[in-house]
């Protein structure tokens, strides 16, 4: 296994939940993970931010299928030691995701919130508003569609829309002051 793929295994596998899950977690403090948090956990920069934000006894932790896509699209070129255009040309694809399956699984961790009309005709407004780029735009979206008030993110370019939009951006910088310690 590649050791970027061994940042995972402290992780333990709690069980796979739905949105459907989303009416019972109202004690629960509810974090919305951007697809940073994986990359750069991968690259084990910031391992206590990564640690603290996808510490799933502590809080329900979402996700989207755009933060799949951005993950997954890291990780090929992360693990692959190409960028993924490259594998994807030579037929590596597979033979990376195989070889590092348990890092590719990381969703299973977390709860993946549908996308819906509403969701990206709103994401067209936020890229307007706050000059964010689309898979942004659908990440601040998503939150507020789902009422989702926490984002954990290393992306400063949601610091206005998070701002504009009541939601609390926790940072490598910020978490100690809006996570509960354990």
């Not at 596998?13 to 899950?21: D, F, G, H, K, W």
């Not at 603290?52 to 692959?80: N, R």
């Not at 190409?82 to 597979?94: D, M």
């Amino acid at each position: 296994m590649n050791s970027i793929a061994g940042a995972w295994n402290f992780l333990a596998r709690p069980n796979i939940q739905t949105s459907q899950s989303l009416s019972m977690t109202s004690t629960i403090s509810r974090i919305f993970l951007d697809s940073s948090v994986f990359i750069e956990g991968a690259k084990q920069s910031a391992p206590d931010f990564f640690k603290a934000v996808t510490k799933p006894a502590a809080f329900q932790s979402y996700i989207s299928d755009v933060v799949c896509s951005e993950t997954w699209y890291h990780f090929l070129g992360l693990m692959g030691g190409a960028s993924p255009l490259a594998l994807k040309q030579r037929t590596s694809v597979h033979s990376v995701i195989r070889e590092n399956q348990e890092a590719f699984d990381f969703y299973h961790q977390y709860i993946l919130l549908p996308s819906s009309l509403k969701i990206v005709k709103t994401a067209t407004e936020m890229m307007g508003k706050y000059n964010l780029l689309p898979n942004d735009a659908l990440i601040i979206s998503t939150c507020i569609a789902h009422h989702i008030t926490h984002l954990a993110s290393h992306d400063s370019d949601f610091i206005p829309a998070c701002a504009g939009e009541g939601l609390i951006l926790i940072t490598p910088e910020n978490y100690l002051e809006h996570l509960p310690t354990f």
